[in-house]
């Protein structure tokens, strides 16, 4: 089985009761996961409410369309799947809130009154006829000073035990930026959540696992590469190779790696590379990457090995 973080779950996988944290440091990542987050709660019939704060209100349904947002904005707003955001929003299965109207209804923040809001949403919600309701919150605001906001790691623990004791039919995602919180700060958040979310995989047979890097931009691959599943690692690749001007595959993860799998890291002229493009293999083990140097691979141009250490 490919190594795994512990406590971090696909987007995709998440379910009723999941109360999970996003920590990201790039505006891709934080996307990739949101936008699918949205999309399979309206597909599911499931009522998505969205707490904005970096993002203006007005401007979410666009950027998870892939838009910068704006007056300007031509709709539809789609994904690549063809979702439309703003038709989710007009359609009312797509809410959007600012934090200001969330969390200082009363003037300042209370954890509290912000539960017992949360509670009325996903009871009307309810009501309403949807089967379940997802809650994605930025948490920037809490860093602002605001009255009340120094409580915000108590909101959050009092929060996950409301998911962890109650049969609730609702799910949420609180989002933190790691270039604004510290990690002293993010280790303390975490503790107040069931654990982390990340994006989708782009592979996962059960031996090898394919996820997406966002900084660099690029994959990671866990567990075993070798023959049975090369030919679906090299489909991944190219595609993920076709995004990004520097590649980088951190393999860190890999458990092993046979004479297929190999050559398929070795082979940085394969379709979707192409001349030109900067490939880094990040976090190889000392026998791979003597592997990799004795394949004549640092040869080519663009091309380097970061060995991992320790």
């Known amino acids: 089985m490919p190594a795994t973080d512990a406590h971090s779950k696909a987007v995709g996988s998440m379910e009723l009761g999941d109360h999970l944290c ?34 203006p209100a007005r401007d979410v349904a666009a950027w998870l369309g892939g838009r910068d947002g704006g007056p300007d904005t031509v709709r539809p707003l ?36 912000s539960l017992e809001l949360m509670a009325t949403e996903i009871d009307l919600a309810l009501v309403q006829g949807y089967s379940g309701v997802r809650i994605a919150g930025e948490a920037r605001f809490s860093l602002r000073r605001w009255p009340g906001t120094e409580r915000h790691g108590d909101f959050e623990r009092m929060l996950d035990q409301v998911f962890m004791t109650t049969d609730l039919k609702a799910m949420a ?30 592979y996962d047979d059960g031996a090898l696992r394919i996820s997406p890097t966002f900084t660099p931009p690029g994959a990671a691959l866990a567990g075993a590469l070798d023959a049975a599943n090369v030919p679906a690692a090299e ?47 990040r976090g190889a083990a000392p026998a791979l990457a003597g592997r990799l140097r004795e394949s004549g691979l640092l040869a080519r141009s663009g091309v380097s090995i970061e060995e991992r250490t320790g």
């Open 22 to 55: 996003l920590f990201f440091d790039s505006d891709a990542e934080r996307r990739s996961v949101m936008a699918a987050y949205v999309r399979d709660g309206v597909r599911a019939g499931q009522k998505v409410i969205y707490i904005s704060d970096a993002v």
């Open 78 to 113: 789609q994904d690549d799947t063809g979702f439309d955001f703003a038709d989710a929003v007009d359609a009312g299965h797509f809410a959007v809130r600012t934090a200001e109207e969330t969390f200082l209804a009363s003037g300042r923040f209370d954890p509290d009154e």
């Open 173 to 202: 995602i609180c989002q933190f930026d790691r270039r604004w919180f510290d990690e002293v700060r993010l280790a303390e958040l975490e503790a107040g959540h069931m654990g982390r979310v990340r994006a989708n995989d782009h």
């Open 235 to 281: 489909k991944v690749l190219a595609s993920v190779a076709s995004t990004a001007g520097l590649l980088c595959l951190d393999v860190r993860g890999l458990t092993g790696c046979d004479e297929a799998g190999l050559r398929l890291l070795a082979d940085a002229d394969r379709p979707g590379f192409g001349t030109g493009r900067g490939l880094l293999l």
